[in-house]
């Protein structure tokens, strides 16, 4: 048995009698399942109108509250992504990568708590989430996409916000031959080379011997080229009390912290909390993907009863990506500010001036590439061994790799400075943030030096192997008995390794690197949101915004700087300016379940009214163990103004195991009340399970820390699932061919959500230098900034100093005093993301409203809906999180959607515009710097589509398509619309081409 079934009614009858076109065959549209199964229906439909039909029929015969997408044709889907398809369902919202639909939220919950399946089966990833990737399978090889929002005891958990299954085509589904082609041409206007870029795809299916035997071949071939523009405050914003400042005289100074002086206007009072940014970045990114998705399906039914599948997939996506950005990172010294009101305040304007110059300005660059390549391997044998007893075994054995593809690694960051900045402002009173820099002198590519460098290799693989048994007993009375058992192993793997070089004070010598390899474009003008223009400062920095920057060649500076400098870090090159093999960081995890249900199904009428209910029990059993090789660090270096090296002391290996199980009822009751009327209760509990890098042992420290502190991130193999109490109540109308009006109401109780808000730690023996005993005897004699302290230690700590530490030495590289933590220093500070299971329930509920109309005859139809979700408590942006504060109880991912679908079909005209809406929503409660929230705001898009069927040429149709038409830029800010985090300028993508079908 699949997840569901369909049920022959009246209204199917009537939709098939409408179409013209319903038979009654083997039924495998939603299951490899049994032969003549009398309770499903297949109908053969083409186009838009036929399209809706067939869904609108699954829907109204489905077990619980279901929605479906089917194609409109063999090879051709609504949206070229499925992602974009799904978007236009009741409840659902899209996250999208390089404006390309990727991952989906129902009803709220996020992409890990929706189990994703492709033919009713589990699929591996390798981004350590439990999310599926919508981008990586090719529409064309699709024949539907159900997503289930109640539960039943026969589904695979992990589903708390929906169960969505992936249906491609069957030879056998559909008899006889079969064939399509497609090719078009696509334009990204995100793009800065916009090159028109092909895609390919083809469709071939045959039946022989009686139709005893079939035969599907599926493949696809895309290119696309996309690029993006950005504006980010990289690292976050570090939020304080209002009572912090910059005066370490007294007892309210932390780093980042502002001074209370005539340099703030309006500055946050005591009762206040304010944020301060790190840092304000420029980049410009271009990327490359080619996608192949391939699948071979073999079919046997030598009698009615049997039937045997074996199918293989095969995806291969490779991302190639370039990058160049220009930043410019604030210090924390003594800053000059325009404030916005309490009682969250945020920065208008933000500046810091260096009188000494001297500070440096960033451009970094990357060049790096990935393979994703996955295959499957998939048995189905159907028996129906007499005329009530139905049996289905499904086994396949997956694989998920993603490696670089690259000599240069999975990712890597090359920057380069000009040590010859004295100011710093970014107005962030616009949508952009502005940024202006002062200089020594007028920026020149001669100013150029190579600074740090991260060459990272990582190598994730994911296998599942997978056993289901499905069963059916039909009694005499008219029910029936769902049963079943399943066995699911998952291994995970992940390997990383950096090269990282911590260079950032500099190497070489300005004059160095050929100004030839430093082309020269603008970037302020490269950004249409709005932006401000330094009229509330009133400080001493320069207000010019800056639009300069290089986009300089990665390999040449590359090669150079491999050849003339050195580095105390070796990748497999030989030198520091590639990545290694060696991997420091070894994850494994094993998770092994076993499950088993039981679901009473019974058919009856109440005053002649039909009703169906459904009630059944799963029972879940799931052990974990995590086996983890990590990098051990034994001190730490502070190298350069505002960074600090952690020093590696070898590896070590930690292993940790978990384990739960849990019986999970459900009850769905379905009735017609009147005629096409339908009323549904459901009620149901779930899980969702932890994503596996949470799960994931050992503790990982980021090798670069700041004076603030260092940053980590541990896994717990102990981690529970979350668990969901669910209730549906939903009214469903269908009141006229291929229309209908829907409304449902659901809620949600869930508990044991993980939170991963940082905790703060010390990991012994590792110190803080940039607060050691050698800084406390600077700040005594006056040194009060960063540079002052370092200068003054070493001055009388140096090597040449009266007094020489083995603490404080001079890099011969480029010069900068080192310092090295001591015994005596004060541990250092790191913020390590830990999950944990919380304890407090959050409820929240929600609201459905769907419409689907056909105005008669003309050919225009329509789709909207709405869906509304409370969420109970908003998160509080003036809460720090510290201690003594409260702690939040919030659900991310929650926001109200709507989805507008306008379509006309008739005379070979098919014609769709589709705008698509998504509330702001809490999209993580952290940040680089801690526990700081990010908001991503309201988001709408417009897409259209139109297509044409040649009279002359049977079966040959052109069409034209387009995404993001009114190019809409995405924008995520912190506690406060002023804080940005992150500005996304994408841009439209237009497609051209032609398909045939015969």
Not at 90 to 101: K, P, Y
Not at 580 to 600: C, H, I, K, P, W
Not at 790 to 807: E, M, Q, V
């Amino acid at each position: 048995m699949s997840s569901i079934t369909f049920k022959r009614t009246k209204l199917a009858t009537s939709l098939s009698l409408a179409l013209g076109a319903a038979t009654v065959i083997p039924a495998h549209a939603a299951e490899e399942g049994g032969a003549n199964d009398e309770k499903v229906e297949v109908i053969e439909v083409r186009g838009i109108r036929s399209s809706l039909l067939k869904a609108m029929d699954m829907k109204a015969g489905a077990d619980g509250v279901v929605d479906v997408i089917n194609a409109e044709d063999i090879g051709k889907f609504p949206d070229s992504n499925l992602a974009e398809s799904m978007q236009r369902i009741t409840g659902v919202s899209i996250d999208r990568v390089n404006g390309e639909g990727s991952r989906v939220t129902v009803r709220g919950f996020g992409p890990d708590y929706n189990l994703v399946m492709l033919n009713n089966r589990q699929m591996p990833v390798t981004t350590g989430s439990r999310s599926f990737d919508f981008a990586n399978i090719a529409s064309e090889a699709v024949s539907a996409v159900i997503v289930e929002k109640t539960s039943q005891a026969k589904n695979s958990t992990g589903g708390i916000g929906s169960t969505i299954n992936i249906l491609t085509h069957r030879p056998l589904n559909s008899p006889g031959l079969k064939a399509t082609f497609g090719v078009k041409g696509v334009e990204d206007e995100s793009s800065l080379d916009n090159d028109i870029t092909p895609e390919l795809s083809a469709l071939y299916s045959q039946t022989f011997a009686d139709d005893k035997v079939g035969v599907l071949v599926s493949a696809s071939y895309q290119e696309r080229e996309s690029g993006s523009q950005q504006a980010q405050v990289g690292t976050g914003w570090r939020s304080f009390p209002g009572v912090v400042d910059q005066d370490w005289s007294g007892s309210n100074a932390e780093w980042g912290g502002v001074p209370k002086d005539d340099n703030q206007i309006n500055r946050p009072g005591d009762e206040d909390v304010y944020s301060v940014p790190q840092t304000t970045i420029y980049r410009f990114e271009e990327q490359q993907r080619k996608r192949t998705n391939g699948q071979l399906v073999l079919q046997y039914e030598p009698i009615d009863s049997f039937r045997a599948t074996v199918d293989y997939t095969y995806v291969r996506n490779d991302v190639d990506t370039q990058f160049n950005d220009v930043s410019a990172w604030f210090t924390f010294v003594p800053s000059e500010n325009t404030w916005s009101d309490g009682p969250v305040s945020s920065p208008l304007i933000y500046s810091e001036v260096y009188p000494d110059g001297g500070a440096d300005l960033s451009m970094g660059a990357g060049d790096y590439a990935t393979r994703d390549e996955s295959g499957s391997l998939g048995i189905n044998l159907s028996w129906e061994v007499n005329d009530r007893l139905r049996l289905r075994l499904d086994y396949h054995n997956s694989f998920a790799e993603e490696t670089p593809n690259s000599q240069w690694g999975s990712s890597n960051t090359l920057s380069t400075a000009a040590f010859i900045r004295n100011s710093a402002a970014t107005d962030f009173t616009g949508e952009i943030p502005v940024l202006a820099v002062g200089t020594d002198n007028p920026l020149d590519p001669t100013d150029m030096r190579v600074t740090g460098s991260v060459f990272s290799f990582n190598k994730n693989r994911s296998e599942i192997e997978q056993t289901q048994l499905f069963g059916e007993f039909v009694f005499d009375n008219g029910g029936s008995i769902d049963f079943g058992l399943a066995m699911n192993d998952v291994d995970n793997r992940t390997q990383s390794s950096n090269v990282q070089r911590n260079d950032w004070g500099g190497v070489g010598g300005p004059g160095d690197l050929d100004p030839a390899w430093f082309p020269e474009g603008t970037v302020i003008d490269q950004f249409d949101g709005s932006k401000g223009d330094f009229s509330q400062y009133e400080g001493s920095a320069d207000t010019t915004p800056l639009n300069t920057i290089y986009f300089w060649d990665f390999a040449a500076v590359r090669n150079y700087a491999a050849e003339n400098y050195g580095s105390s870090v070796v990748g497999d090159c030989g030198n520091g300016f590639c990545p290694t093999t060696n991997f420091d960081t070894d994850r494994y995890t094993l998770e092994e379940s076993f499950s088993a249900y039981f679901q009473y199904n019974y058919e009856g009428e109440v005053g002649n009214r039909p009703y169906d209910v459904h009630i059944g029990l799963r029972y879940e059993d799931t052990d974990v163990t995590s086996t983890a090789k990590v990098v051990d660090y034994d001190s730490a270096t502070w190298i350069a103004e505002t960074e600090i090296v952690l020093n590696e002391s070898g590896s070590k290996f930690e292993t940790g195991k978990g384990s739960y199980d849990y019986w999970l009822p459900n009850f769905n009751f379905n009735i017609e009340a009147v005629d096409d009327v339908y009323l549904r209760a459901a009620y149901s509990q779930t899980i969702g399970r932890p994503d596996y890098v949470s799960i994931q042992g050992g503790t990982v420290l980021g090798s670069l820390a700041n004076r603030g502190g260092g940053s980590g991130g541990g896994g717990n193999p102990g981690l529970l699932p979350l668990e969901s109490d669910n209730y549906d109540l939903s009214a469903e109308w269908y009141y006229d061919e291929a229309s209908y009006l829907s409304v449902g109401y659901f809620r949600k109780d869930v508990t044991n959500f993980i939170d991963n808000t940082p905790f703060t730690e010390t990991v012994a023996p590792i110190t803080n230098p940039a607060f050691g005993l050698l800084v406390q005897e600077a700040i005594a004699a006056g040194a009060s900034t960063a540079p002052e302290q370092r200068d003054w230690i070493l001055a009388n700590y140096g090597p040449d100093s009266a007094n020489p530490s083995p603490l404080v030495t001079v890099n011969p590289a480029n010069g900068n005093v080192e310092i090295l933590g001591g015994p005596d220093d004060p541990l250092m500070d790191f913020l390590i993301n830990r999950p944990v299971n919380t304890s407090n329930e959050i409820g929240f509920d929600g609201w459905e409203f769907a419409i689907q109309h056909l105005f008669w005859d003309t050919g225009f139809g329509l789709q909207a809906n709405y869906t509304l979700v409370d969420a109970g408590e908003d998160y509080d942006n003036a809460n720090l999180g510290r201690e003594g504060d409260a702690p939040q109880e919030v659900i991310i991912g929650i926001s109200d959607t709507a989805n507008l679908v306008a379509f006309y079909e008739n005379y070979g005209v098919q014609a769709r515009i589709a705008y698509n809406w998504r509330d702001e929503f809490l999209s993580s409660t952290g940040q680089g710097t801690g526990g700081n929230p990010q908001y991503t705001e309201e988001y709408y898009q417009v897409d259209f589509s139109v297509s044409y069927d040649i009279p002359m040429a049977k079966g040959l149709t052109v069409f034209l398509e387009g995404l993001n038409i009114t190019d809409e830029k995405q924008r995520i800010h912190g506690r406060a619309w002023n804080q940005v985090l992150n500005y996304t300028q994408l841009g439209a993508r237009y497609s051209l081409g032609a398909r045939y079908t015969f």
